[in-house]
């Protein structure tokens, strides 16, 4: 593995400290105005997703971690275990409700994702930048709530509640962003 030096260190980049990968959250070079420079990060834990602070210092090394993507097919959930089947061999894997508590809000029956591996081991998966889904629950709107920045909860049909213009609703389309979980727009 290649070591990753203080200077080389950027947001959103993985590394592995310790044996556990992390990605980089936020990242912020500081140079006092006496001593040496030094970065002072917030970096989460690809294993379990726990979020900590961490100062780098001159000299301070980290390694690059070893990851993979594989390409699989979402197939079921049973006893919190959620199962995907890879695409080119057709076996099949799980990983429990943990590893991917935010990604469920979003997962649709035989959605093709990516399965993030470290030395070999699954450890959770990555959805497409967008996804559709369907109101299912959605407050009725009045006339008067049809224009402006007026927004409402709905509850789509992955179960998560997003919130929606107030000119949505139920059994309306619309386009999620799965990273932050907001609205996109609505699809005919």
Known sequence: MASIGMSDLKKNMNIELDGVPYKIVEYQHVKPGKGAAFVRTKIKSLLDGRVIEKTFH???KAETPNLERRKHQYSYNEDGMYYFMD???????SLPAENIEYEIQFLLDGMEVDINFHNNKPIGIELPGTVILDIVDAPPSSKGDRQGACRKPAKVNTGATITIPCHLNTGD???VDTKTGEYVEKVK
């Open 58 to 60: 001159a000299g301070d």
């Open 87 to 93: 695409n080119e061999t057709y076996d099949m894997l």
């Open 173 to 175: 389309r619309i386009k």
